[in-house]
T-cell receptor, first 111, second 115 residues
Framework: DQQVKQNSPSLSVQEGRISILNCDYT??????FLWYKKYPAEGPTFLIS?????DKNEDGRFTVFLNKSAKHLSLHIVPSQPGDSAVYFC??????????FGTGTRLLVSP | KAGVTQTPRYLIKTRGQQVTLSCSPI?????VSWYQQTPGQGLQFLFE???????NKGNFPGRFSGRQFSNSRSEMNVSTLELGDSALYLC??????????????FGPGTRLTVT
């Protein structure tokens, strides 16, 4: 039972353009969402988060949007850079420190 | 501040054996969580320890167990290894106070291969 879904396994974008990564969830009890970036042979790195009481959170080139009614969130990266190429995981927090992850989207930013 | 460290980084075991993985959290962090990453299932939560107590548990069989020591270091044990246990095992630490911070800091993982 996948409570957090990332339906696009991969995304290719040109440098300088916008990257939009999507995530859907099914559990309306989730109250905090996070995005992690993962490079090969490394652990995931926290990127940005959003509380369910907000609909947008911005940090530099990264913006996360939350649509609670649609149970959907998205991560926008503007402008995209080749160094952004990685696997991006969407996660939802439930209980004490328990993260439920999506299966990830591999982003490739080409020069 | 040193990050989360995990040992060993790579491990090869045979079916039926048992294995112990170790995780040292960031200094001052009291919560340690363990995750399993496989290509098909993504990152799945195993369990979380806070102040030497298991505070949360995922949906894994009893072959998977863990513990936490008074210095917050944690170990994870898998007994009677199966081929399907081959995965990257990730440890994450956080201060542990849910209302203070939600972000977890991950270690590089231990790559376990079961043959």
């Amino acid at each position: 039972d996948q409570q957090v879904k990332q339906n696009s396994p991969s995304l290719s974008v040109q440098e300088g353009r916008i990257s939009i990564l999507n995530c859907d969830y099914t559990n309306s009890m989730f109250d905090y969402f996070l995005w992690y970036k993962k490079y090969p042979a490394e652990g995931p790195t926290f990127l940005i988060s959003i509380s369910s009481i907000k609909d947008k959170n911005e940090d530099g080139r990264f913006t996360v949007f939350l649509n609670k009614s649609a149970k959907h969130l998205s991560l926008h990266i503007v402008p995209s850079q080749p160094g952004d190429s990685a696997v991006y995981f969407c996660a939802a927090l439930t209980g004490f420190q328990k993260l439920v992850f999506g299966t990830g989207t591999r982003l490739l930013v080409s020069p | 501040k040193a990050g989360v460290t995990q040992t060993p980084r790579y491990l090869i075991k045979t079916r039926g054996q048992q294995v112990t993985l170790s995780c040292s959290p960031i200094s001052g962090h009291r919560s340690v969580s363990w995750y399993q990453q496989t290509p098909g299932q993504g990152l799945q939560f195993l369990f979380e320890y806070f102040s030497e107590t298991q505070r949360n548990k995922g949906n894994f069989p009893g072959r998977f167990s863990g513990r936490q020591f008074s210095n917050s270091r944690s170990e994870m044990n898998v007994s009677t290894l199966e081929l399907g246990d081959s995965a990257l095992y990730l440890c994450a630490s956080s201060p542990g106070h849910r209302k203070v911070t939600y972000e977890q800091y991950f270690g590089p993982g231990t790559r376990l291969t079961v043959t």
